[in-house]
T-cell receptor, first 114, second 114 residues
Framework: SQKIEQNSEALNIQEGKTATLTCNYTNYSPAYLQWYRQDPGRGPVFLLLIRENEKEKRKERLKVTFDTTLKQSLFHITASQPADSATYLC?????????????FGKGTKLSVKP | EAQVTQNPRYLITVTGKKLTVTCSQNMNHEYMSWYRQDPGLGLRQIYYSMNVEVTDKGDVPEGYKVSRKEKRNFPLILESPSPNQTSLYFCASLSGGAGTGELFFGEGSRLTVL
């Protein structure tokens, strides 16, 4: 069955450092992969989408990579700030780009200390 | 303002008492979905709908029903709630066509079944 693993349940880093979060998937080939941010008790908020033919995508201090050979995506936050503290979820899209059973990883809780 | 609205936000009920959680979106999205979120299990998809009158099971559909009679609304029905349905529920709708899928989430509905 399809499986998504976000390698760390929690990640603690110092303000100003780069946070790197990992998302691995098995038993399917997503046409795209998304990253979301979720604050406690709130709904997830979309951050970035990267397609299978893109190696890297950037948005301000965020960078996402997508390696379809390794079946892995890396999510980087550079110059991290305490306000970046949240849980980050990855969600590989359905094969062929169609919507449908969109599933999420369990998330990595990031804490940025001042 | 583009939004997904869920009601109620908080509900305490008793086993067996039918309830409906409403979800409405004002973005004219065709795709809508329901998730539940539990500690240690992450977001799990209950049902989704690709369009009006088209619904499909997600990963955890048991004990739930949905309907999609009009594009903007996608209610979640618990015919006979049980304590294992105590959870935080999120409704979401999807922008764009195939392969562009940014999900917009509601604020969540915290349900407790006694």
């Amino acid at each position: 069955s399809q499986k998504i693993e976000q390698n760390s349940e929690a990640l603690n880093i110092q303000e100003g450092k780069t946070a790197t979060l990992t998302c691995n998937y098995t038993n399917y080939s997503p046409a795209y992969l998304q990253w979301y941010r979720q604050d406690p008790g709130r709904g997830p908020v979309f951050l970035l989408l990267i397609r299978e033919n893109e190696k890297e995508k950037r948005k301000e201090r965020l960078k996402v990579t997508f390696d379809t050979t390794l079946k892995q995506s890396l999510f980087h936050i550079t110059a991290s700030q305490p306000a970046d503290s949240a849980t980050y979820l990855c969600a590989p899209g359905a094969p062929g780009g169609s919507q449908g059973n969109l599933i999420f990883g369990k998330g990595t809780k990031l804490s940025v200390k001042p | 303002e583009a939004q997904v609205t869920q009601n109620p936000r908080y509900l305490i009920t008793v086993t067996g008492k039918k309830l409906t959680v409403t979800c409405s979106q004002n973005m004219n999205h065709e795709y809508m979905s329901w998730y539940r979120q539990d500690p240690g299990l992450g977001l799990r998809q209950i049902y989704y709908s690709m369009n009006v009158e088209v619904t499909d099971k997600g990963d955890v559909p048991e004990g739930y029903k949905v309907s999609r009679k009009e594009k903007r609304n996608f209610p979640l029905i618990l015919e006979s709630p049980s304590p294992n349905q105590t959870s935080l529920y999120f409704c979401a709708s999807l922008s764009g066509g195939a392969g562009t899928g940014e999900l917009f989430f509601g604020e969540g509905s915290r349900l407790t079944v006694l």
